[in-house]
């Protein structure tokens, strides 16, 4: 039988290697995206995996959107919430609605597709489910107090749900990346991140692929002992 996993941001950067990697492994794997159309019409055409497109602060379509993939791929047994976005600036330079959006995608996403899932896994008695959190959620970030409030959320609902569905054969774990080479990274101008990279003991920036080891660990069904944890692939730049 092979596991239906939802994988949301999941046509490019991080969640595009975790997509890949699953669908590798066997997974039935629904990527879903906000709207990049074009790079996730690529991405199908490149590895065969269906891409759903929604977006993850919006409750209503989350709810719509799991039913499609139950009725095209079967019941849901794993979520890896990945989806993410950046506002960064300075918090006295900062607009509520720099604020409000990256709350609203980066956290609010978290509940909106855990909401639209449990009641699944409880009445199945299974279900995995990983949140990518952050290492600026752990340690903070000179100009994303939004990003840094959203991640840090993130490691607390995990902790918190992670008690809720221990008794459900339902683990919910974290994963608080680094720097990885994505766009998001990309974009953070080129002097600021050459000083950032300096900080890292692994001496270069992470790779997509290595988080999405770390996900196919969590995900596994021999996994049913980890929960609650968070595992930090970060190049040694945050021991926590
Ligand atoms: N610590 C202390 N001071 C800092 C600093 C830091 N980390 N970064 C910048 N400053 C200082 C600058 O040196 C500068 O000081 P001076 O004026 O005295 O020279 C002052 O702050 C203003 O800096 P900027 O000119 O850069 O200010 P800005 O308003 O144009 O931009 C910013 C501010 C938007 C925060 C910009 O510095 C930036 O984009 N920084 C990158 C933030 C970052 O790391 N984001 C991570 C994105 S990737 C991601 O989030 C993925 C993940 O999970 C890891």
């Not at 909106?112 to 896994?121: L, S």
């Given at each position: 039988?092979?596991r239906?996993?939802?994988?949301?941001?999941?046509?490019?950067?991080i969640?595009?290697?975790i997509s890949k990697?699953?669908?590798?492994n066997?997974?039935?794997?629904?990527a879903?995206?906000?709207?990049?159309?074009?790079?996730?019409?690529?991405?199908?055409?490149?590895?065969?995996?269906?891409a759903y497109?929604?977006?993850?602060?919006?409750?209503?379509?989350?709810?719509?959107?799991?039913?499609?993939?139950?009725?095209?791929?079967?019941?849901?047994?794993?979520?890896?919430?990945?989806?993410?976005?950046?506002?960064?600036?300075?918090?006295?330079?900062?607009?509520?609605?720099?604020?409000?959006?990256?709350?609203?995608?980066?956290?609010g996403?978290?509940?909106?597709?855990?909401?639209?899932?449990?009641?699944?896994?409880?009445?199945?008695?299974?279900?995995?489910?990983?949140?990518?959190?952050?290492i600026n959620?752990?340690?903070?970030?000179?100009?994303?107090?939004?990003?840094?409030?959203?991640?840090?959320?993130?490691?607390?609902?995990?902790?918190?749900?992670?008690?809720?569905?221990?008794?459900?054969?339902?683990t919910?774990?974290?994963?608080?990346p680094?720097?990885?080479?994505?766009?998001?990274?990309?974009?953070?101008?080129?002097?600021?991140?050459?000083?950032?990279?300096?900080?890292?003991?692994?001496?270069?920036?992470?790779?997509?692929?290595?988080?999405?080891?770390?996900?196919?660990?969590?995900?596994?069904?021999?996994?049913?002992?980890?929960?609650?944890?968070?595992?930090?692939?970060?190049?040694?730049?945050?021991?926590?």
């Open positions: 039988m092979s239906v996993a939802i994988v949301t941001g999941g046509t490019r950067g969640g595009a290697a990697l699953l669908h590798q066997g997974y039935k794997v629904a879903v995206y906000a709207g990049n159309k074009e790079r996730a019409d690529a991405f199908t055409a490149e590895t065969g995996i269906r497109q929604w977006s993850v602060a919006d409750y209503d379509e989350c709810v719509a959107g799991v039913k499609q993939v139950e009725r095209d791929l079967g019941p849901v047994d794993i979520v890896v919430n990945n989806a993410g976005i950046t506002r960064d600036s300075t918090l006295h330079k900062m607009s509520s609605e720099q604020w409000q959006t990256v709350i609203d995608t980066n956290l996403g978290c509940f909106n597709m855990c909401r639209a899932v449990i009641d699944g896994m409880r009445e199945r008695g299974f279900g995995r489910i990983v949140n990518i959190g952050s959620g752990q340690a903070g970030q000179y100009g994303q107090v939004n990003y840094a409030a959203a991640k840090s959320g993130i490691h607390g609902f995990t902790k918190a749900l992670a008690q809720e569905g221990a008794a459900r054969g339902i919910v774990n974290a994963i608080a680094g720097y990885i080479d994505t766009d998001m990274v990309a974009a953070v101008p080129a002097n600021v991140l050459e000083k950032i990279v300096a900080k890292i003991p692994v001496g270069r920036l992470g790779r997509a692929e290595e988080i999405a080891r770390g996900v196919q660990f969590l995900v596994a069904d021999e996994a049913g002992f980890v929960t609650g944890s968070t595992l930090s692939i970060n190049g040694g730049q945050h021991m926590y």
